[in-house]
């Protein structure tokens, strides 16, 4: 075998050989173990403790644990529209803080980093740069029922 053939098979040979050793790595970058998300349904108010107009906060109980007696909940707003009503998550797409509904500007603001939403949850002023969450509503036998990703 002359040299620029055993220089051409010894190229091939490391190149398929690298391959094949890269190719578990490859494949380990691939998101097969996350599970998508589901829509749970968990009971928020009558229709009678709904808001007639504007805002209303409600404390949403997602899980209730009866051996140590903890409670797993969060906070929603309600918002009456024209249409109805839409659930609004109170956590701000900035960097996670807590929203607060002022009920003279008509608007929630984040205490962090001053950013504000008007009442359909889209940002007024920055720095978030997304709307406030919106969250399935849906009513069924006089009840309410919020939908949380589980």
């Known amino acids: 075998m002359e040299r620029r053939s055993f220089l051409k098979l010894s190229a091939k040979l490391g190149i398929t050989l690298a391959g094949f050793l890269t190719l578990p790595f490859f494949v380990s970058l691939k ?41 797993k909940n969060m906070n929603v707003y309600i918002v009456k529209t024209l249409d ?5 998550s109170p956590v701000c797409t900035h960097l996670g803080c807590m929203v607060n509904y002022n ?18 949850g889209e940002v007024i002023v ?12 849906k009513v069924e036998d006089q009840s309410v029922f919020v939908g949380i990703k589980v």
């Open 31 to 71: 998101p097969g173990g996350i599970k998508e998300k589901r829509i749970e349904y968990f009971f928020l108010a009558s229709l009678e403790e709904m808001p007639r107009k504007d805002v209303k906060k409600f404390e949403l109980i997602l899980e209730q644990s009866t051996s140590d007696q903890r409670l």
């Open 84 to 88: 109805g009503w839409i659930a609004l």
């Open 103 to 120: 009920r003279i500007k008509k608007e929630f603001i984040c205490p962090c980093h001053g950013g504000r939403y008007n009442t359909h």
């Open 126 to 137: 920055g720095p978030p740069s997304m709307p406030l969450t919106r969250l399935p509503l």
